[in-house]
């Protein structure tokens, strides 16, 4: 009597899950095999509106360094008062003949009222200094945040104690009151009231006053972080075979603390460009005729009844900024810590 042979269905479903295991585990490998990193990449490129932001923010920064260029390109710039130098271009009153602000095939963006000085230049000079106060006090910042709240968590105690008295001090008050009222106070002592402040001094002090009240927020979370992290079994480990503090710091706990600091950063840098850009609004800070987004709001402010033009460029182009940056940033939160997500 024969032996019975199996059945074709039974055979092929044999092989299918034979060969569909492999695959399987191939494919689950290959994502435990992915660095953290590139996961990150991953699930920030899957995010529309975070690539779309990402974009934004980029053509921002570009037109920013080039500005120098584009203008040279563009054959006007931000200092020469063409409504002053061409006649035609402002009426008896100091405003724009044309309409919208004097918007032509040579003023792409206007004529400002009474100087006639080009608005798109003055635009982008004005995006290029408050992108560079901006960004130089959001690095200047997170350095000092991260080594106060890293040696404050680390050390504990007094040192703890003594830093976490003076993080609530500084978050107690509102920073822009902080930045009005000590900044005559740092430019007294360099210049007299006699001499006119030059402009690198005025750029420099606005890093350092943003940087010395600004890094508070960013110390205590970090704080919290290696609070919680050097209680962790493999820094107890680290300190059983003799590492120095410098090492636990540098090898066990800084590279835990990648993401936070990077997330805090996003979130930094926009809210120093609306600080910057406020401050100049209300005079302390960056002045006429030095382009920035502040002084082309003051200026637009004073002609809003009469021609929204000149407030809208300036306007407009900060908004899309903050709001590309804000966006970016929750972004790249939730690719680097998808639980987070919403």
Do not use: C, H
């Amino acid at each position: 009597m024969t032996p019975p042979t199996p059945s074709p269905v039974t055979s092929l479903e044999v092989t299918d899950e034979d060969s569909a295991a492999p695959a399987k585990s191939s494919a689950l490998k290959g994502n435990e095999s992915r660095s953290p990193g590139r996961l990150a990449w991953s699930r920030f490129k899957r995010d529309r509106a975070g690539v779309i932001s990402g974009y934004v923010v980029l053509f921002f920064f570009v037109v920013s360094i080039g500005a120098p260029l584009i203008a040279k390109l563009y054959g006007k710039n931000p200092y020469t008062t063409y409504g002053i130098n061409t006649p035609g271009l402002l009426n008896e009153f100091g405003f724009p003949v044309k309409a919208n602000g004097g918007i032509s095939g040579d003023f792409w963006f206007g004529v400002e009222p009474q100087l006639g000085r080009d608005v798109l230049t003055f635009l982008l000079y004005g995006m290029r200094n408050s992108l560079l106060i901006a960004t130089a006090a959001t690095v200047l910042t997170t350095l000092l945040g991260v080594v106060i709240g890293i040696t404050a968590g680390y050390l504990g105690g007094r040192t703890d104690y003594f830093v976490g008295r003076v993080i609530d001090i500084l978050l107690a008050f509102p920073q822009t009151l902080f930045f009005i009222a000590f900044w005559p106070v740092v430019l007294a002592i360099f210049v007299s009231p006699e001499e006119n402040t030059p402009i690198w001094l005025t750029v420099t002090s606005l890093i350092t006053v943003m940087t010395a009240f600004g890094w508070a927020s960013i110390a205590r979370l970090l704080r919290g972080e290696v609070l919680a992290l050097r209680e962790r079994e493999f820094v107890e480990a680290a300190k059983v075979t003799g590492a120095s503090p410098a090492r636990i710091i540098f090898k066990e706990l800084l590279p835990n603390l990648w993401t936070p600091i990077l997330i805090q950063s996003t979130l930094l840098l926009p809210a120093y460009v609306t600080a910057e850009a406020g401050l100049a609004f209300l005079g302390v800070g960056l002045t006429d005729p030095t382009p920035d987004w502040g002084v082309m709001l003051q200026f637009g402010a004073k002609y809003y009844q009469d021609d929204i033009t000149f407030m809208l460029f300036p306007g407009l182009s900060m908004v899309i900024f903050v709001v590309a940056f804000n966006l970016l940033g929750d972004s790249v939160r939730d690719a680097l810590d998808p639980k987070t997500k919403r």
